[in-house]
Every structure is written in structure tokens, then in C-alpha cells.
């Protein structure tokens, strides 16, 4: 039975529209407003051609503080930190002793000696308070920091309206600022793979800015949109989730669960040449032994939605499982996230898919991303 510690202070915004509040790291999230595919289709086509609004304060904000912060997050994380200007972010992996994955975050850089991490479901938090320990470091999880994300085309047109140097906003850059008169941090990050925002609040002004964001997005189109929302975005766009994509998920048959980055096609992550990270000559001596491959199918003569732990097969043997799958008529495809064998993760390898109730459809290998293949949407400038 899981056990909800954290509470968003949207959560009665979420209820009057009949948001059903269930668990995701600790926190009541609204999964779903309704179980209907229509409102699944409308939430998924309102982000990819307007704009929406999602409350996705489960993550775990956890500000590193202190003149040794920025070591612990070198040790922590595979980023390369000197990197990071302050007013900059990036996209980071977190692996154990073994060199195996273990969380994602996003590192942003806020000030001199002043950072913040943010987490998902995994155990980054626990790996910066454990290197933390007798540094000249704090590590604070701020659970009255909510974080809200405006994702969509028209995004940058509704926060305009208030603060219109939101368009020189590079990617991954952040702005300290007011929004409808409440003190803000807004990212230019996300999880979808469109132009977006994520805003950043003290937990009393949460409900302020979500009602005023809804208002003078209405006549455009934006609307709240389901957290469920973000598996079908994420799906196109290659954007993984931990432990949905990984072993925890799809164990293996003879060993513990824990997948490399070189499996996952993380090892971008990795800063050129870093060492020293926890983990680190695991990671680099796992390159090429892959046991698997995160890889992109794609159906060939069908809109059916490929289902988690659908099987897929080639020449007659088993290569890998769907992870997730996305039928969106929007784009006239029917794709997935699959964890393939290294031999058929190949784009055009002709595959046969299997569903759970014995269905079988054609389907081939494709490479990821499916949408915003060169990723000019997403860093789109003014």
C-alpha cells in the first residue's frame, strides 16, 4: 500500500475537476482528470498544438548549498559542474558503486555556492546527503517549492503577455522573475519534448498562479492537462522514466535488476572524459557489453497502441518487450519504447509485435526521437 507523505497544494484544484489523487514519489498526483481516451487524446493534442498546464511537484526539489556544493554534485552526478553557469541547467544520470543507473536529475546552477537537484522516483537525494556527510555542505529537500509545467507552442505566447523577455529564454536557461505578481524561478525544461516552461513557487502562491495561467490561456486553448499525460509526450520523444523503461520494471531472468547507460542511451550524460563520479570505472568498462538496448518500434500497417510487456519477436525468437506504447493520430503512427537484443536494435529491422492477448502485429526498429527528430521545436528561439 503505498503511503502519501507529501501533499501538493493544488490538490483541491485537481479534485474540482475530478482529479483522482494517487501516489507518485510520495506525493497525491492527479494521474487522471477522467479514465476516457477522449480526455487522454484532447490532453496529449492540447500540448503538441497549443498548450498545457500539469502540477508536477511530486519531483523531489533539493537545493545543495554551501562553498563544498558543487564537489558533491560532481561526485554524484555524471556532469561535469564547472560547466554549469549560474542562470544555466542540464540534464544529468545518477549510478551506484556498480556503474548502474540508479536516477535522473536536472542540476540547476542558481547562484555562487547555490544549487538546486531535481529527482524523480530514484535515490538521488539519499547519494547527495550520503557524499554530503562532513563536507562543508547542506542538503535541504524543499517540499514548499512547487513546480508546475507549462509545456505547448503557445506557451511562450501566454507567458509573454507578463514577462516578455520569457522569449530570449535560451534552453535549459533560468529566470528568477514574478509571474502575476508572485515571486517565481521559471526553466525553459520539460518532459515532452515541445517548447516549455517549468515554474517554480512557494507552495501558498501554487493555486494563485494556476488559476491565473488557466485564465489568460483560455481564449488560446490551454487547459489543465493529467500527469498521465506525459507517457504518451515522452513516448515520441525518447524521454525515459525511472523505473517504467528499466529492469526494476523488466527484470532479467539471472540477475539483479540495474541497467548501464551505454543499455539505456544515457551515456550522452556523461561529460567528455569525466572521472571520479560514483561509479565511474564501472560505467566506462561496461561500454560494449551491452545486454540490451533501449530502441524505437514503430507498427507497420496498423494504429493499434503496442502495450507494455508486449512481446517482440524476429525470425522466430524473442529479442525484447515493449515498454511503452503510443497510438497518436496526430502523427499517423503507432510507436513505442522497447528494450531490444544489441542484434535487431538496427533501424529497419523487421519485427513482429505480440501483445498480451496473443495479437500480433508488423513492425520495425526505428531510432528515437520519433517527433522533433532534430530538436528545433523544442530549443526554438524568440
Not at 500540448?47 to 523531489?60: F, P, Q, Y
Request: hydrophobic share 40%; aromatic share 10%.
Amino acid at each position: 500500500m503505498a503511503i502519501i507523505w507529501r501533499h501538493s497544494a493544488l490538490a483541491h484544484r485537481h479534485a474540482e475537476i475530478g482529479g483522482e489523487l494517487e501516489d507518485w514519489n510520495g506525493m497525491g498526483t492527479a494521474w487522471f482528470y477522467d479514465h476516457t481516451p477522449e480526455r487522454a487524446k484532447a490532453d496529449y493534442e492540447a500540448i503538441r498544438t497549443k498548450a498545457g498546464l500539469m502540477d508536477v511537484s511530486g519531483l523531489k526539489k533539493v537545493h545543495v548549498t554551501g562553498p563544498d556544493a558543487a564537489y558533491v554534485i560532481d561526485r554524484v552526478t555524471t556532469r561535469n559542474v564547472e560547466k554549469i553557469a549560474p542562470g544555466r541547467s542540464t540534464y544529468a544520470s545518477i549510478l551506484n558503486s556498480d556503474g548502474k543507473f540508479i536516477d535522473d536529475c536536472i542540476i540547476y546552477h542558481l547562484a555562487v555556492n547555490s544549487w538546486l537537484v531535481v529527482h524523480g522516483t530514484g535515490t538521488g537525494m539519499e547519494q547527495l546527503t550520503s557524499v554530503a556527510a562532513a563536507k562543508n555542505c547542506t542538503v535541504l529537500m524543499d517540499d514548499d517549492l512547487h513546480d508546475m509545467s507549462l509545456q505547448g507552442p503557445l506557451s511562450v505566447d501566454l507567458l509573454a503577455k507578463e514577462i516578455p523577455a520569457i522569449r530570449d529564454l535560451a534552453y535549459f536557461g533560468i529566470m528568477q522573475t514574478r509571474l502575476f505578481g508572485k515571486d517565481v524561478m521559471i526553466s525553459r525544461t520539460g518532459y515532452t519534448g515541445e517548447r516549455g516552461y517549468e515554474i517554480f513557487c512557494r507552495g501558498k502562491d501554487a493555486v494563485h498562479l494556476w488559476d491565473n495561467i488557466l485564465a489568460s490561456g483560455k481564449d488560446m486553448g490551454v487547459r489543465p492537462t493529467q500527469f498521465s499525460t506525459l507517457d504518451m509526450l515522452r513516448i515520441e520523444s525518447y524521454l525515459l522514466f525511472y523505473p517504467g523503461d528499466n529492469s526494476e520494471t523488466f527484470p532479467f531472468d539471472d540477475e539483479p535488476c540495474g541497467d548501464t547507460l551505454w543499455e539505456l542511451g544515457l551515456d550522452f550524460t556523461v561529460s567528455p572524459d569525466k572521472i571520479g563520479f560514483i561509479g565511474a570505472e564501472n560505467h566506462y568498462a561496461a561500454k560494449g557489453k551491452e545486454r540490451f538496448k533501449i530502441f524505437g518500434v514503430q507498427l507497420s500497417d496498423s494504429m493499434d497502441q503496442m502495450e507494455m510487456f508486449a512481446r517482440v519477436m524476429h525470425d522466430g525468437k524473442d529479442v525484447g518487450v515493449i515498454t511503452y506504447g503510443l497510438s497518436s493520430d496526430l502523427n499517423n503512427y503507432s510507436v513505442a519504447i522497447a528494450r531490444l537484443s544489441p542484434e535487431v536494435a538496427k533501424a529497419g529491422t523487421k519485427l513482429t509485435v505480440v501483445q498480451p492477448d496473443g495479437t500480433e502485429r508488423a513492425a520495425t526498429a526505428e531510432e528515437m526521437p520519433f517527433y522533433d527528430v532534430d530538436k528545433s521545436i523544442r530549443t526554438a528561439k524568440g
